[in-house]
């Protein structure tokens, strides 16, 4: 035996408490990432259209729907596997890691990136099944994003399905607290 701890690190060291964020936080999570990823889809969307000299919107709609894939991907996927977190994560205090505890790594955040378009994938092919259109479409799709965070009351855990498929969890990430500086006198 190495003599490590039970975590696999130093002995006599204890692993870092895995505790799951609530899933209102994590909702609220997930709407203000979609706040910060417009940006990112707007820029991206002007590049792509400056890049292809694209003079109308639906003309190389399906390259640049491809396109906007791989820019998520990229956003997602280099900030999972560079500290866990992206920006809206990290307001509200949410890491993801793999089961174990450890940061994840690129092969397993790119897995959970594509696991993750689970949230979408029903109510999409609900919506291209019915042919629904306007309105409807956001209804659906609120529904099925509902639905979909509903189901991780299901796991013990609380954790979502992509992650429980690809072996990661997401956990509370608490800012360490500055040491306290004894007062003079």
């Known amino acids: 035996m190495s003599g490590a701890g039970p975590d696999g690190g130093a002995p006599g060291v204890a692993a870092p408490a895995l505790d799951t964020p609530g899933l209102w936080r994590r909702m609220a999570c997930f709407v203000y990432e979609g706040v910060l990823l417009f940006g990112v889809v707007m820029i991206a969307g002007y590049l792509f259209s400056s890049l292809t000299q694209q003079r109308h919107a639906l003309t190389g709609r399906h390259g640049l729907q491809a396109f906007l894939f791989v820019v998520l991907g990229i956003y997602f996927v280099w900030f999972w596997s560079r500290g866990g977190q992206t920006v809206a994560m990290k307001a509200w205090h949410i890491r993801v890691v793999d089961v174990a505890g450890r940061p994840v790594t690129q092969a397993r955040a790119l ?48 954790q979502f399905l992509h992650d429980v498929v690809c072996g990661t969890r997401l956990v509370t990430q608490r800012p360490a607290l500055p040491a306290r500086r004894p007062r003079a006198g």
């Open 111 to 158: 897995a959970r990136y594509l696991l993750a378009w689970l949230w979408f994938l029903p109510a999409l092919a609900v919506l291209a099944a019915a042919g629904l259109r306007g309105g409807a479409v956001a209804a659906v799709l609120i529904a099925g994003v509902a639905t979909y965070a509903l189901l991780a009351r299901l796991h013990p855990q609380r």
